[in-house]
């Protein structure tokens, strides 16, 4: 995670990854601006390049060769990346209302969220129309429906909606991947007819006749039935009509026409055309607000009309960039002067392309290698990442204008801070980040989190023992509700894995310093997000200390309760020979997210592994007690053999792990394969003196997982064999993909306790 050398005293917040923002992204990467934050929030980690989406739907490409990483984007241009959604902008307040988490202020804002095709303006056409946008949800139904095909024995009929140069490419891509699958699945090539319809009484309409014609003939040659002058009115399952009167049987149609915007900026207040779009002037501000622009299809640009092409966007990211920043320095906005001919090169679904711009006309196999060198080249700008290319090194003085009482606060924020009790946080700061912060009201609690005492005063139930733990660490993602989530559900499993019900906790976290307004809200969100996972586990947050650090870092010390007399407690030390060894969750968040900071991890890998690091045991608990669990405990720092071998030794038993039976995240194979592994791993290595066959296991591609520092991890529980799979079918049940990955044996006369199975 990249930290910055000044403080924080602005932000521009980005909405949406289109083309403008992934260009943003990487001039921020190349230039930082001192004292300014970047944040990127997203609904989608990986970002479609439209130029090459015919060519995936085709089979040319792959997923990765056409989308972008924008988290791995933002790490690399030292930004903070948000996966949400979008709800709305509350204008007065300067904040972005979101779907999952705490609004995000902003100083400056920027929107690329794209657009959509208009579906809901055609009865039926929600329900029965394959939108080409979003993507993701285009490319789950666009796999799906090439699974149907494969199983369909009965002729099949695809339409297309909308022929400008989207829908002819997507029609032409569509049949020569089918007709290339149905060879391969041995289905007659005649088996699928397609249709196109157009609302105008031509193809292609904002290019030239020489390239109709061309499209025309290829579209003749390949039997796609071209209607023109069809408008679509309505759809029914398996049936299309039109304004004409005329109603098509279709089987499967696609719809890649009339775009809008997205329906929450309606709400802004901000001005929008009558399509939904965002009006916006030579300097992309928006016409209503100086502080919010807006980029790509999302747009109307005010001086000309312009086509939703990705060529305006992409063209948009540099003079938005400038402006993003001129605009917190207070300078002269430069004007974005969009070309008025541009070049396109259309593909016609095999290695085959036409070029366009005005008049000019060309075709061939030499015109599509021409595109794919030109979008590959593109794409690698984005993908192709390494930490070194980014300037991250900042001055300590910010080029921004600051009012008189945010100079003192930066300069503070710059000097050599305070140890003691001089590094607190300000009580002002403080009381205003947590006044919107409820945490849960137990009626344990005598004096909690807003009594102004010097301590909490926490009553325990008679027939109760207290549970004590504490947890520690510095943030390993750039966003501080989630990594508030995490750090609570971290500390919490410690309890959880004893059997106990957590009942109150103190905070203990460090932020850096800087304008106190930028410190409120990341403690606020930080708290936010750690407060919900508490107060879903029944967890009073009832105080703690905040103070000054280089690194945003959070901890817990959690008090639970379990009955006096130990029923209903599991520890590590009661392992009975032939139990079975069940794991709850998959491993490899360490190397995982080693790999993140050096630019080696997927987007979509961290999302994966962040959704587990923010799943509770407290639910998987009482399942593996109710079937009969001997002990447990939570898969932390140690990784799998430490927390194993803590296990075996006082319960007096050896294991034996199954190394392909174990559950393992969605790219940890990968990382570890590459040598990138946690900090903490080679501590971890040294207790590789417990296998009883290390050498023999060493060249398995799990076994480094083996060591591997767990995050918020999994429970791993010793089960009587009788109620294994009992258990493991329960813990699915209820969401947690548990599985077997070993055995508890009598103690041999090794000295080592643990056999890997190979």
Known sequence: MQQASSPVVRDIVLVGGGHSHVMVLRMFAMRPMPGVRLTVICTDTDTPYSGMLPGYVAGHYSYD????????????????????????IERNMQRVLCRNRPAVPYDVLSIN????PAVHAVPGAPEYSIPVKPIRHFNERWLALLGRMQERT?????AVVGAGAGGVELTLAIQHRLKHEMAKWGQPANAVQFHLFSADPVILPTHNARVRAAF?????????????CAKVTRLEKDCLHTENGDTFTTHDT?????????????????????????????TLQTETDPLIFAAGDCVTFTRRPLEKAGVFAVRMGKPLNHNLRRTLEQKTLIRYRPQQKWLALISTGDQHAIASRGALYAKGNWVWRWKDQIDRRFMRKFNELEPAMSYQTEAAQSPIPLKREEQTQAISAIAMRCGGCGAKVGAGVLSSALANIEPLNRPEVLIGL?????????????GKAMVHTVDFFRAFINDPYLFGRIAANHALGDVFAMGGEAMSATAVATVPPGLESKVEDTVFQMMKGAVDVLNEAGCALVGGHTGEGQELALGFAVNGVVNESLEGVLTKGAMRPGDVLILTKPIGTG?????????????????????YMQMSNRLAMPCLIEHGATACTDLTGFGLLGHLVEMTRPSGVDAEI????????????????????????????????????QEAAVSHPHYPLIFDPQTAGGLLASVPAEHADAAIAAQQALGYPAVKIGRVLAQGDAMAPIKLIL
């Open 65 to 88: 060769d056409v989308h972008i990483d924008i988290r791995k984007l933002a790490e690399f241009a030292g930004a903070r990346y948000f996966k949400d959604e979008v709800t709305g």
């Open 113 to 116: 969220v794209g657009a959509t």
């Open 154 to 158: 009965q002729p099949t009929t695809i």
């Open 216 to 228: 025309m003939r290829t579209l003749q040659a390949r039997d796609v039935k071209v209607h023109t």
């Open 254 to 282: 696609f719809w890649v026409t009339q775009a809008t915007g997205p329906a929450w900026l309606k709400e802004t207040g901000l001005a929008l055309d009558e399509n939904n779009f965002i009006k916006v002037r030579e």
């Open 450 to 462: 807003h009594a102004p005492d010097d301590a909490a005063v926490v009553k325990v139930p008679p």
């Open 591 to 611: 190397t995982l997210f080693a790999a993140h900071a050096q630019l080696k991890a997927k987007g979509r890998w961290i999302d994966n592994a962040l959704a």
């Open 658 to 693: 199954d190394l392909d039976a174990l559950p393992v995240l969605e790219g940890a194979t990968e990382t570890a394969a590459l040598g990138i592994l946690s900090s903490l791993q080679p501590a971890n290595v040294r207790l590789r003196r417990a296998l009883q066959n």
